[in-house]
Structure formats: structure tokens, C-alpha cells
């Protein structure tokens, strides 16, 4: 039996995004929360390869208790097992602690795997760090951006856009792929999955203590990465109003713009004059 994990994780809705200043850190209590629309996807993929193959999905989370929520919604896709890793110890992990977190996660609870999933990025951060660097922790092979997989015995193939090209890519499992494609549009939540997932959800919570980590390799301690300030971006307009005969106009637009012209047209205009 084909068994997958799926890292999901909660985020803030995208219009609340509420910043600490002091720690530079997502205050997420202060924001309602939903799963990262791309691990959606991921998990959407699980649920395609598990009704092709047939399979078991562990969906996967860490994160302060709240995050629960998404393990809830996985289950009512068709997960059939999650894991809750939370430890207020663990609050302020940077992506590389996040994924040192998740990789003793998967080696304690659930080290039988064969394909792990997880979506290319967080709406929160946008890093895409995360599943390359668990793949790295668990010394796995990755794919990353994938927009369509199929799966042959022990072999996934999957398609993805690069630098305008599409590439297809194979790797034998086990193996972990971060999915970008929107083509795994997340299924509707039937109603028999909603009370499965609140009546009897298999949940299992762990904390640091139970993954064998001490306070100074976990969190924001033992996080490498420092945020020093947090801003947000600001796109400032400038007119510019140019009179006279038309043929002067040119001249002037030219003097003032042709390097930023010549970028977007490749080609030097100083050298076609």
C-alpha cells in the first residue's frame, strides 16, 4: 500500500496579516486562520493518486494549537490519519528549524513513507524553503513546482513550467514533490467527510518533549535566521508632462527614458538613432 505524508499548514487570511514589530513575527492568534491554498493543492493530489493507486494519507501540521482547524479540513478531504506538532517552545521557527521539526515529526510517528507532498510555498511567506528543506533533513530526492503527476509502480513523473519551458521529470520513491499547479483544484468537502473528521478524527498531537528536542534546537532559539524589520512595500507614481512640437517631445522622452525603453524592447536605442 502506497502510504504519503502531506504537510499542510494554517495561515492567516490573506487580508489579515498582522505583523509583531518587535519580533518581526506573524501574530497569528489575532487573525482567523485557513490551510495555505497551496498545500491544498498538495493534499489535493494525494487524494488523485490515492483513488488511482489506492494508498494512505498522513496529513501533517505544526503550529500553535489553533492549527488543529486544517487537520480537521484534511480529514474531511480524505486524509486518513494526522499529526499535530505543537510546542509553545517551537513558536518563531524560521523555515530550516521548521523543517528540522517536521523531519524528527516523520521519522518518530510515521517513517514508513513513500512520497511526501507539500505545497510549493505559504501565502504567509512566501519562501519555498520548506519541502526542499525537508527533503535535505530526510535525504530524500525532490521535485519542486510540480503541475501534474502520475505514478507508475515506484516510479512518479511529473510536468512542470520552467523559464518557459515545460519540463518533465521522473524520480523513484520515496521521494518528496512540492505541487504548484493550480490543475489540482481542491474537491468540494462532502458532508459524510465533515463528521468523520469532528466525531472520531485521528489526530495525534506530539510536542517537543515527545520528539526528543530540547529547548536550544527548537524555535526561535535555535533558529539561525533574524528578522530585523518589517515594512510594507509602497509603489510611488511620478508625472511627467512633456510640451512642445511632437518631434521635441520624442528627443525629450528618449533623453530621459531610453535605457528603461531599451530594457523592454532588448534592444540599445542609442545604437538605432
Given at each position: 500500500m502506497l502510504k504519503m505524508i502531506v504537510c499542510v499548514k494554517q495561515v492567516p487570511m490573506v487580508s489579515e496579516l498582522p505583523w509583531d514589530p518587535k519580533t518581526g513575527t506573524l501574530s497569528r492568534e489575532e487573525a482567523e486562520g485557513m490551510m495555505n491554498p497551496a498545500c491544498k493543492y498538495a493534499l489535493e493530489a494525494a487524494l488523485r493518486v490515492k483513488e488511482?493507486?489506492?494508498?494512505?494519507?498522513?496529513?501533517?501540521?505544526?503550529?500553535?494549537?489553533?492549527?488543529?482547524?486544517?487537520?480537521?479540513?484534511?480529514?474531511?478531504?480524505?486524509?486518513?490519519?494526522?499529526?499535530?506538532?505543537?510546542?509553545?517552545?517551537?513558536?518563531?521557527?524560521?523555515?530550516?528549524?521548521?523543517?528540522?521539526?517536521?523531519?524528527?515529526?516523520?521519522?518518530t510517528y510515521c517513517s514508513e513513507f513513500d512520497l511526501i507532498l507539500c505545497g510549493c510555498h505559504t501565502s504567509d511567506s512566501e519562501t519555498a524553503q520548506?519541502?526542499?528543506?525537508?527533503?535535505?533533513?530526510?535525504?530524500?530526492?525532490?521535485?519542486?513546482?510540480?503541475?501534474?503527476?502520475?505514478?507508475?509502480?515506484?516510479?512518479?513523473?511529473?510536468?512542470?513550467?520552467?523559464?518557459?519551458?515545460l519540463e518533465t521529470l521522473e524520480m523513484d520513491l520515496p521521494g518528496l514533490i512540492t505541487i504548484a499547479g493550480q490543475s489540482?483544484?481542491?474537491?468540494?468537502?462532502?458532508?459524510?467527510?465533515?463528521?468523520?473528521?469532528?466525531?472520531?478524527?485521528?489526530?495525534?498531537?506530539?510536542?517537543?518533549?515527545?520528539?526528543?528536542?530540547?529547548?536550544?534546537?527548537?524555535?526561535?532559539?535555535?533558529?539561525?535566521?533574524?528578522?530585523?524589520?518589517?515594512?510594507s512595500s509602497t509603489a510611488g507614481k511620478q508625472n511627467v508632462v512633456l510640451s512642445g512640437a511632437p518631434k521635441k517631445i520624442v528627443e525629450e522622452l528618449f533623453k530621459r527614458f531610453d535605457d528603461t525603453i531599451g530594457s523592454v524592447i532588448r534592444k540599445d536605442l542609442k545604437a538605432v538613432k
Open positions: 488511482e493507486h489506492g494508498g494512505h494519507i498522513t496529513a501533517i501540521t505544526m503550529g500553535p494549537p489553533m492549527a488543529q482547524e486544517v487537520l480537521h479540513e484534511a480529514l474531511a478531504m480524505g486524509a486518513d490519519r494526522c499529526l499535530m506538532v505543537s510546542d509553545p517552545r517551537m513558536a518563531g521557527s524560521d523555515t530550516l528549524m521548521t523543517s528540522f521539526t517536521l523531519a524528527r515529526a516523520i521519522e520548506v519541502g526542499p528543506q525537508l527533503a535535505e533533513e530526510l535525504g530524500l530526492p525532490s521535485i519542486a513546482y510540480a503541475e501534474s503527476l502520475s505514478l507508475r509502480e515506484r516510479t512518479v513523473r511529473i510536468e512542470r513550467n520552467s523559464d518557459h519551458f489540482f483544484s481542491p474537491r468540494y468537502i462532502p458532508m459524510k467527510g465533515l463528521q468523520n473528521a469532528f466525531e472520531e478524527p485521528n489526530i495525534l498531537g506530539v510536542n517537543a518533549h515527545d520528539l526528543g528536542l530540547d529547548d536550544v534546537s527548537i524555535g526561535a532559539d535555535g533558529s539561525p535566521t533574524k528578522i530585523l524589520d518589517v515594512c
